[in-house]
């Protein structure tokens, strides 16, 4: 009925919502445990198109390997968390907390090319390297992005695999492996310790699931409002057509009950009963001529049999002897073909038996079958399809393994051929192997052999080092074709005879000394010239030490300049100064001097314990002054000082530094009032939030 499929279709509405409420709350308990990827704002004007604003980039893209998620997460870096966006339109959007954007019409990004891939693949293996995007699915149109935060990493099972891809020279890409390891083909490595925790795109591959899932359901749950809408139409317009029928069949009995009152009603009434009862009667008339006639045909019948009985008894008698004639031949060959088959009869009856048995067990089983599929029937019915298809199937299997078992048997015939061509290849090949290796150590014995000779003749003939470059040249004393070496070889043993013989009355070291005296003469061009570089370098270093003395006297002025100002500010009527000691110069070093009201202390240990820290910060800060950075960060800085100092320090920074940013962790108001943003974290239902407060 209408009530009950309304009664179904609310409860599973209730359960599903229930589901929905539940995956829900899953999936901001992740927004909340990661709220970088929670991506809020509002519309900058009511014609916005929000199909422009395609999310947080963790959001977009699923893993197809949970297992390289933390390489993807650290190959990724801070780009997993900017909101990507199809232009630049939503700078334009009031977004409620600091957003990095990547505009889709802006961004270029580029991919691996196959080539770095396959070098890369053959360099360690194509199980060991995988380009990064090829380990994630997106939509097609956010491909630039993911090309510009993914296309040029690599993602390796291990250390040493990353180490060659990233410092091969024919790649030079950064890789990551699956512990979290960077290498950087400047020569920068990071890594050695995993984040506590699940990984960001694990605990996002859950939220997706949820998200799916809670989609789903979604679904589910609008047909089912949907079919309510249509059950509740067709229920108003049943009722609608029921009132109506209801109505016009009560007219209609109003309208009978008048006809029967009038007296036309009542003659048509008598008409219609005679005309009834006309039938009635021509239908009996009719059934009794027909019985009339069938009584004449049985009494004609009997009387001729009467007249012939005599006739028909002899005919009948002819016929009943020709029949016994014929049976009894039929009686005696059945005799004889019983007497041949009674062993036969024998047998049969054995396997009658048999079955019969075999039909019992077979009805008990049938029966137990029946009983079950009647009381499931539908539930059967479509394993027997199912039963009966996977049959068909595994016969059409049987017939291609078979097909594909021959032609493996022809391979395999194939191939222990092919083995004992190659086994006999392979022996011929290691005897000429042992022949070659032979040969090389016969080569490596001579080389060796050379080699001590050639280092002999160095030591002992320092000209070889200075002339080498001469040797084989066309032209030269040293040219080997014009004097062949084992011909001159021989002439040398010779003059060496000669010279031993010749040796004992001669002065061999007379005729080193024209060549010692212009290596002399060159040296002392040398020494010359050294002597004027290094007056030169002299000069420069006398110079540079000038302009040292110059930039530390300026630096000095500037940072005492400015120390005293910042001391003067964090405590009002106090002066500060860096001096040098009595008798010595800004390079010889100096001294920190504090004053009050004029009177300078002889030394720090006077200050109190707030003092001696508002000097320290006073002197970094003037030094941090001299040359600003964009950005500093000091960490509870005043906790050791009263409140009155603390808000020192906030005038301080606002007068002095007014192009520079300062990150501040502080616990005093003194310092809160002071700042243009303010980060607060607190507790809200056992979790830790942070809240961020614009101050102008």
């Known amino acids: 009925s209408r009530d009950m499929w309304m009664r179904n279709f609310k409860m599973r509405e209730r359960r599903l919502t229930s589901e929905m409420r539940n995956l829900k709350g899953k999936m901001e308990n992740i927004e909340a445990r990661n709220p970088s990827v929670n991506f809020q704002y509002k519309d900058p004007d009511v014609n916005f198109q929000r199909s422009s604003v395609h999310g947080v980039v ?23 968390s900017p909101t990507m966006v199809g232009n630049t339109m939503l700078s334009m959007a009031k977004l409620q907390r600091r957003t990095t954007i990547i505009p889709l019409n802006k961004i270029v990004g580029h991919s691996l090319d196959q080539r770095t891939v396959s070098l890369a693949e053959q360099l360690v293996g194509k199980e060991n390297v995988f380009p990064a995007l090829s380990l994630i699915e997106y939509d097609p149109v956010i491909h630039p992005a993911m090309q510009w935060i993914l296309g040029q990493t690599f993602i390796c099972r291990d250390m040493e695999a990353a180490k060659k891809v990233t410092f091969n020279e024919r ?89 029967q009152q009038t007296t036309h009603h009542q003659h ?7 005309k009834a009862k006309i039938v009635e009667l021509e239908e009996k008339v009719k059934h009794c001529n027909e019985v009339v006639e069938t009584g004449n045909k049985k009494a004609k019948d009997l009387e001729n049999k009467v007249k012939n009985s005599k006739a028909i008894q002899e005919q009948a008698l002819k016929n009943a002897e020709k029949e016994m004639n014929v049976l009894k031949k039929k009686a005696e060959q059945s005799r004889m073909q019983w007497k041949q088959r009674e062993q036969e009869f024998e047998t049969l009856n054995l396997e009658i038996r048999e079955l019969k048995a075999s039909i019992e067990t077979g009805q008990s089983q049938i029966h137990k079958e029946t009983a079950i599929f009647k009381r499931n029937p539908s539930h059967l019915q479509p394993s027997l399809m199912v039963i009966q298809a996977s ?73 070889i080092a200075d002339e080498k470059h001469y040797f084989g040249k066309p032209g030269t004393m040293y040219d080997f074709k014009e004097n062949n070496p084992q011909e001159v070889g021989k002439r040398l043993s010779k003059l060496q005879d000669k010279s031993e013989k010749l040796g ?20 002392l061009r040398k020494k010359k010239i050294v002597e004027a570089d290094k007056a030169k370098i002299m000069g420069i270093i006398k110079e540079l030490d000038e302009k040292k003395k110059a930039a530390l006297r300026k630096a000095w002025e500037q940072v005492n300049k400015d120390f005293g100002s910042i001391f003067s500010t964090l405590l009002p009527g106090a002066q500060a100064r860096l001096h040098p000691p009595e008798g010595m110069d800004v390079l010889d070093g100096l001294e920190v001097k504090v004053g009050f009201s004029g009177i300078w202390k002889e030394s720090l240990g006077e200050l109190s314990g707030g003092q001696r820290s508002l000097v320290a910060l006073s002197l ?74 614009f101050q102008r």
């Not at 002054?625 to 100092?645: N, Q, R």
């Open 620 to 693: 970094i800060l003037a030094m941090l002054l001299f040359k600003p950075a964009p950005i500093y960060i000091l960490d509870e800085v005043d906790a050791a000082l009263d409140l009155s100092h603390t808000q020192n320090i906030g005038n301080m920074l606002k007068s002095h530094f007014k192009k520079s940013q300062f990150i501040i962790v502080s616990l005093k108001d003194g310092m809160f009032n002071n700042a243009n943003v303010l980060f607060r974290t607190k507790f809200v239902d056992g979790m830790s939030t942070v809240s961020r407060t």
């Open 171 to 259: 790649i030079l890409k950064k890789s990551v492996t699956l512990d979290g390891d960077v290498f950087d083909p400047s020569g920068t490595l990071s890594g050695g310790s995993r984040p506590r925790g699940m990984p960001l795109l694990n605990q996002l591959e859950e939220f997706h699931k949820a998200q799916e899932e809670f989609n789903a359901q979604e679904q589910r749950v609008t047909k089912i409002d949907h079919d309510i809408k249509n059950i509740t139409k067709v229920a108003e317009r049943y009722q609608q057509l029921k009132q109506r029928v209801e109505l016009m069949s009560h007219e209609v009995e109003l309208v009978r009950r008048r006809l």
């Open 268 to 274: 048509q009434e008598e008409v219609d009963a005679l």
């Open 391 to 463: 049959v068909q199937q595994l016969q059409n299997d049987v017939k291609l393994q078979k097909g594909t078992v021959s032609s493996i048997n022809k391979e395999i015939q194939q191939i222990a051929q092919r083995k004992e061509k190659i086994v006999k290849e392979n022996g011929e090949a290691e005897l000429e192997i042992k022949k070659c290796d032979h040969e090389i150590s016969k080569i490596k014995s001579e080389a060796e052999e050379c080699q001590s000779k050639v280092n002999s003749f160095n030591f002992k003939y320092e000209q």
């Open 58 to 80: 963790c959001k977009l893209f699923k893993m197809k390997d949970p297992a390289m998620s933390t390489a993807l997460e650290i190959a990724a870096g801070g780009r997993v």
């Open 504 to 523: 004992r009355n001669i002065n061999t070291r007379a005729m080193n000394l024209s060549a010692r005296s212009y290596e002399y003469n060159d040296v």
